[in-house]
C-alpha cells in the first residue's frame, strides 16, 4: 500500500464523512431540544432520496437544483410528524422512553411499507446529472465531484446553523426551549412551534443530505436503514445533543470507515465504526462532546 | 398490600396453568397445518419477549440487541449438530450458557452506559457480532447454514411430517420463561430490578447493587433468548445470519411486550398472541398482491399502541395492577 493510496482513501473518507455529519446533524438538533431520538430519520432520508429522483425522473430537475425544494418539503414534513405523533408521544406518562423510540420505529416500519407500496422494492438511481460520475484530480488524488459538492454542502450547512443558532430570533428561541422548556412559556415563546420548526429543521437537513446523497447511491425503500445506524453513531459519537459534535462525529466515522476499509476486506468495513463508537462511550460515557 | 400481592401471584400461577392446559388441547380440534405453524411461532415469539422484557422491562435496560443472543442459540447448537454431531439438546444447552456468559462479559463495560448510549451500545454490538458471521465462511458465511434431515426424532429434535412436537416444545418454553418471571417477580432481584427501572442512583444508595442485578438480569433474559434460537433453528432447519442476528429480529422480538405491556407478567404474551397472527394473516392475505402492506398495518399499530396506551394493551384488563405490584 502506498502513500498516495491511503492520502487517496483518506480524502474519500473525510469527504463522505461530512456527509455523515450533513445526515446525523438533523438528529442531533431534535435530540438536544427534547431528548428525543428520532427512529425514523433514516426513513427521513428515504423519501428526501425518493423525492429527489422523482424530480428528476417528471421534471428532469437536476438533484443540486432540487435540494433546496426537497429540504422545504422535508421541512414541512418533519413538523407535520412532530405535530401528528411526537407531540403526544412526549406527554406519555407510563414508560416515557419505550413510547419515544418505539413510537418513531412505528413511523420508520410504516414509511417502509408505504415506499414500498408505492414506489416498489425495485432499485432507482438518477440516471445522468451534472456531477453523476465526474470526478476532479488533484495532485494525483481522484475525488468525485458529487462527494465534494456534497462536503462543502455540509460545511455550508453546519456554518449557517451556527449564524442561526446564534445570531437569529429563532435561534435563540431554540436554545432557550432546549434549556428550559417551561420557562420559555414565562417569556412568551410557544414551546410546541419552537418544538415543530425544530423538527423542521431537522428534517430539512436530512433532506439536503438526501438529495445530494441520490447522485452516486441506489435509491431504494430499505435504504434509510443502512445509513440511520451510522448516524445513530455519528451523533452518540459525537455526544447527543451537541450539534456540532455531530460535524466531528461525521468526520471521525468517516475516516474510520475509510481506514477500517485499508485493513479489514470492505464487507467489514462498518465494523470499524462500531468498534470506535465503543471505546469512545467505555472511556467517556457521553461521548465526545456530550454534556451532562 | 402484601396480602393482595400474594393472592395476585397466587391467582396468576392459576390462570397460566389454566391457559397452558387449553392451549395444550388446542392442536386436538385444530388439524390445519397453516394455523398450527402460526400458534408455534406465536408461542415462540411469547417466549422470546418475555425473556426480552426481563432484562429491558423489569430491569430497564432497553436493549435493541437481543438477536445477539437468539443467534447465538441457534448457531451454537446448528454448528455443534452439522459439524461435530453433538445432539442439539446439548447444543441448546451451550449456546444459552455462552450466550449468558457474552451477556455479562458485554454487560461490563456497557451497564456504565445510560440512556441511548445504552440502547445505541446492544445495537451496535449485535451488527458487529452479525457482520464478522457474515464474513465467517466456516460457518457458512452470508449464506447460511442448512440443517440436514436425518429423520424424526425426539433425540435430533426434528419432525418433518408433524408440527405438534415443536407446538409442544414452544409451549413448554413459554410456559418456563412466564414461570421463570413470575418466580422472578417476587424474589429479592425483581425487587432491585424494579428499583433499578425507578431510579437507580436512589436504588444504589439503599443498598442495592445496581450492577450485579442488572448483571443477573441480563444473563437470564439472554439464556433464556438462546433457547428459543435453538428452538427456531431446529423448527425451519436452515439459518443464516441475516434471518437470526438481523437488527429486525431485534425489533421484532420486543414488540409484543411494548404492544401487551413492558414489565409486566402477562403483556409479553398478550402481546404476542395479538402480534403475531395478524402480522402472519396480512401478510398471507394482502401481502402477496400489495407488498408492504403488512408493514403499514403493523407499523400503524405500534405508533397507535405506543401514543394511546403507553403502558399496554393489558391495562385494559386490570388497570389497577400497577399500583398493586408496587
Not at chain 2, 416444545?169 to 410456559?175: D, K, Q, S, T
Request: aromatic fraction near 14%; hydrophobic fraction near 55%.
Amino acid at each position: 500500500m502506498t502513500a498516495e493510496t491511503i492520502i487517496q482513501s483518506l480524502a474519500s473518507g473525510l469527504l463522505m464523512g461530512l456527509l455523515y455529519g450533513l445526515i446525523a446533524v438533523g438528529l442531533a438538533l431534535i435530540f438536544g431540544l427534547m431528548d428525543v431520538v428520532n427512529f425514523a430519520h433514516g426513513e427521513f432520508l428515504m423519501i428526501a432520496m425518493y423525492a429527489t429522483f422523482f424530480l428528476f425522473a417528471f421534471f428532469a430537475i437536476d438533484p443540486l437544483l432540487a435540494a433546496p425544494l426537497v429540504a422545504a418539503a422535508l421541512f414541512v414534513f418533519g413538523a407535520v410528524v412532530y405535530l401528528l405523533i411526537v407531540r403526544f408521544a412526549v406527554r406519555a406518562k407510563a414508560n416515557a422512553g419505550m413510547v419515544q423510540i418505539f413510537s418513531t420505529f412505528g413511523l420508520a416500519i410504516v414509511m417502509r411499507g408505504l415506499a414500498q407500496f408505492f414506489f416498489t422494492p425495485d432499485y432507482r438511481s438518477v440516471t445522468h446529472s451534472w456531477l453523476g460520475g465526474k470526478t476532479i484530480s488533484l495532485g494525483g488524488i481522484f475525488l468525485p465531484e458529487p462527494q465534494l459538492v456534497g462536503a462543502a454542502v455540509s460545511i455550508a450547512a453546519f456554518g449557517g446553523l451556527y449564524f442561526f443558532i446564534n445570531r437569529t430570533d429563532f435561534g435563540r428561541a431554540l436554545e432557550a426551549t432546549r434549556e428550559d422548556a417551561g420557562a420559555v412559556a414565562l417569556v412568551g415563546i410557544d414551546k410546541n412551534r419552537v418544538f415543530a420548526l425544530g423538527w423542521g429543521l431537522g428534517a430539512a437537513l436530512v433532506g439536503l443530505a438526501g438529495a445530494i446523497m441520490s447522485i452516486f447511491f441506489y435509491i431504494y425503500p430499505d435504504v434509510g436503514a443502512s445509513f440511520a445506524l451510522i448516524a445513530y453513531v455519528t451523533v452518540a459519537l459525537g455526544g447527543f445533543g451537541s450539534v456540532f459534535g455531530a460535524f466531528a462525529g461525521g468526520i471521525i466515522v468517516g475516516l474510520v470507515e475509510a481506514t477500517t476499509a485499508m485493513i479489514l476486506p470492505p464487507s467489514l468495513k462498518s465494523v470499524g465504526i462500531y468498534a470506535v463508537y465503543l471505546l469512545v462511550v467505555f472511556v467517556r460515557p457521553r461521548g465526545l462532546f456530550g454534556s451532562i | 398490600m402484601d396480602t393482595d400481592f400474594a393472592k395476585r401471584r397466587r391467582r396468576d400461577l392459576i390462570v397460566a396453568a389454566c391457559l397452558a392446559v387449553i392451549a395444550a388441547l388446542v392442536p386436538l380440534f385444530v388439524k390445519d397445518v397453516y394455523v398450527q405453524n402460526i400458534m408455534v411461532l406465536t408461542l415462540m415469539y411469547a417466549a422470546l419477549s418475555q425473556s426480552w422484557n426481563i432484562l429491558s422491562g423489569y430491569c430497564g435496560q432497553i436493549s435493541l440487541g437481543h438477536a445477539l443472543y437468539f443467534g447465538l442459540g441457534a448457531y451454537t447448537t446448528t454448528l455443534l449438530f452439522t459439524k461435530f454431531g453433538v445432539l442439539p439438546w446439548f447444543g441448546m444447552l451451550g449456546g444459552g450458557l455462552i450466550s449468558a456468559l457474552i451477556a455479562m462479559a458485554l454487560g461490563y463495560p456497557c451497564f456504565r452506559l445510560r440512556g441511548h448510549y445504552f440502547v445505541i451500545a446492544t445495537i451496535v454490538i449485535a451488527e458487529i457480532a452479525l457482520l464478522l458471521i457474515q464474513n465467517w465462511d466456516w460457518a457458512g458465511a452470508a449464506l447460511g447454514i442448512d440443517i440436514p434431515v436425518r429423520g424424526d426424532s425426539w433425540l435430533k429434535f426434528q419432525f418433518t411430517r408433524s408440527k405438534l412436537p415443536y407446538f409442544y416444545f414452544a409451549l413448554g418454553l413459554a410456559c418456563v420463561a412466564w414461570f421463570v418471571t413470575w418466580w422472578l417477580e417476587d424474589s429479592k432481584w425483581g425487587f432491585w430490578w424494579r428499583a433499578v427501572k425507578d431510579n437507580p442512583d436512589a436504588a444504589e444508595s439503599l443498598g442495592v447493587v445496581v450492577f450485579n442485578s442488572k448483571m443477573g438480569a441480563a444473563a437470564v433474559s439472554a439464556f433464556l433468548t438462546a433457547v428459543g434460537g435453538s428452538f427456531y433453528a431446529q423448527f425451519v432447519s436452515y439459518i443464516d445470519p441475516e434471518s437470526v442476528m438481523g437488527f429486525q429480529f431485534s425489533l421484532l422480538m420486543a414488540l409484543p411486550a411494548v404492544v401487551g405491556g413492558i414489565g409486566t407478567l402477562w403483556g409479553p404474551m398478550l402481546g404476542a398472541v395479538i402480534l403475531i397472527p395478524l402480522t402472519e394473516l396480512t401478510r398471507s392475505f394482502i401481502g402477496g398482491s400489495g407488498r408492504g402492506v403488512d408493514l403499514i398495518v403493523y407499523g400503524t399499530l405500534i405508533v397507535l399502541i405506543s401514543l394511546a396506551r403507553p403502558q399496554g394493551l393489558i391495562g385494559l384488563f386490570s388497570p389497577k395492577r400497577k399500583e398493586a405490584v408496587r
